[in-house]
């Protein structure tokens, strides 16, 4: 079966420090994997979408980036975390030509 | 701009009976349609989807209806437990990549 690994689970950064929140997946290859956040409050707004190794699309303009090293690995980074990067953020993935989506535990990141 | 909303913050329901949640979208391109269930602290966790070729789906105490034409789609929990006390969010898709989410739906079950 597949599993999806997010990690840290929590984790407390002040303004100006750089980000790095890794996702890998097993159980399947050739993913699409996601990077999602969700705000106190609100739905889930989707950051990244990737269908392949170095293939990343960016859906917001923001201070994050997202890589793909290898199949099953997704990383999110920041160089300089703002205020406004405090949420929770889930990575996912999906089959190829699957609709529906499996998310990981999440990182509750807050920047202080 | 917001194109699946879910405009019912919070339900509370007895244990026992019907929890009906609902869902508008504005996109008529999306032709599928998934309700995720959310813990606090966790990630959602996939639980029905109905496709835009149908009206109905259900599986086991969940049903999803969906209704084209008014662009409006619902889920009934039938009983309602106490562990379905969660937050619910409607999401839908036109090309399988990109989930539109609502912004969720809190549900109490009391017992």
Redesign the interface.
């Known amino acids: 079966s597949q599993t999806i690994h997010q990690w840290p689970a929590t984790l407390v950064q002040p303004v100006g420090s750089p980000l790095s929140l890794e996702c890998t997946v097993e159980g399947t290859s050739n993913p699409n994997l996601y990077w999602y956040r969700q705000a106190a409050g609100r739905g889930l707004q989707l950051l990244f979408y990737s269908v392949g190794i170095g293939q990343i699309s960016s859906e917001v303009p923001q201070n994050l980036s997202a890589s793909r090293p290898q199949d099953r690995q997704f990383i999110l980074s920041s160089k300089k975390l703002l205020l406004s990067d405090s949420g929770f953020y889930l990575c996912a993935w999906s089959s190829r030509g699957g609709y529906e989506q499996y998310f990981g535990p999440g990182t509750r990141l807050t920047v202080t | 701009d917001q194109q699946?909303k879910q405009n019912s913050p919070s339900l509370s329901v007895q244990e026992g009976r019907i929890s009906i949640l609902n869902c508008d979208y504005t996109n008529s391109m999306f032709d599928?349609f998934?309700w995720?269930k959310k813990y606090p602290?966790?990630?959602?966790?996939?639980l029905i989807?109905i496709s835009s070729i149908k009206d109905k789906n259900e599986d086991g105490r969940f049903t999803v209806f969906l209704n084209k034409s008014a662009k409006h789609l619902s889920l009934h929990i039938v009983p309602s437990q106490p562990g379905d006390s969660a937050v619910y969010?409607c999401?839908a898709?036109s090309w399988?990549?990109?989930?539109s989410?609502?912004?969720?739906t809190t549900v109490t079950v009391r017992a």
């Open positions: 699946v599928y998934l995720y602290a966790e990630g959602p966790t996939f989807s969010f999401a898709t399988g990549y990109k989930l989410f609502g912004a969720g």
